[in-house]
């Protein structure tokens, strides 16, 4: 069981690259989350998803796509790479509707991303 | 909107010491309410879950409270050591939102020897 796993860990881009940074979890979780961590602010919320084929905007969702094609993984994209999209992003799951308050998110190790 | 915030911002205490680390809310409407442990370059470790309707939880030496109607919440570690050392992250879902989590900008702890 190894969790939430994100691919990259590491990634340096050049502004106006693209990329997707991969999200799975193995718990047969309903909801999945993206959160990017900057300095002195936290961590916001990019998008979400409560079930295979749906998608949702978070807090901070300008300059990045997703996809939720199977329940299992979670795909998080940047079309067009700007500098202000460095930072360190960071998936997580719940159970969802068949957990309850009680439910904890369970995070990823994070994708340490750079642009240049 | 809901807001986060957790003062103090950094704190060093020295081994043994009991502390206090403080997290307010700004919407009582919370599903639940959580601390997770962040190590310098690490992921998010989950350390109390507080549902709405509790007042506290405890797991070893940490004690979690809620005061769901002040809008506050306080993370007690008793007789600190230096692994305690780590940023403390407090996050909050409101009821029907998914379980979206709100974070507040943590505290950074250091315990010296």
């Known amino acids: 069981n190894a969790g939430v796993t994100q691919t990259p860990k590491f990634r340096v881009l050049k502004t106006g690259q693209s990329m997707t940074l991969l999200c799975a979890q193995d718990m047969n979780h309903e909801y999945m989350y993206w959160y990017r961590q900057d300095p002195g602010m936290g961590l916001r919320l990019i998008h979400y998803s409560v079930g295979e084929g749906t998608t949702a905007k978070g807090e901070v969702p300008d300059g990045y796509n997703v996809s939720r094609l199977k329940k299992q993984n979670f795909l998080l994209g940047l079309e067009s790479a700007a500098p202000s999209q460095t930072s360190v992003y960071f998936c997580?799951?719940?159970?969802?509707?068949?957990?309850?308050?009680?439910?904890?998110?369970?995070f990823g190790p994070g994708t340490r991303l750079t642009v240049l | 909107k809901q807001e986060v915030t957790q003062i103090p911002a950094a704190l060093s205490v020295p081994e043994g010491e009991n502390l206090v680390l403080n997290c307010s809310f700004t919407d009582s409407a919370i599903y639940n309410l959580q601390w997770f442990r962040q190590d310098p370059g690490k992921g998010l470790t989950s350390l109390l879950l507080?549902?709405?309707?509790?007042r506290e939880q405890t797991s070893g030496r940490l004690n979690a409270s809620l005061d769901k109607s002040s809008g506050r919440s306080t993370l007690y570690i008793a007789a600190s050591q230096p692994g305690d050392s780590a940023t403390y992250l407090c996050a909050v879902s409101n009821t029907g939102t998914a379980s979206k989590l709100t974070f507040g900008t943590g505290t950074r702890l250091q315990v010296t020897l």
């Open positions: 997580a799951s719940n159970p969802g509707l068949a957990g309850g308050p009680t439910d904890t998110q369970y």
């Open positions: 507080i549902q709405s309707s509790q």
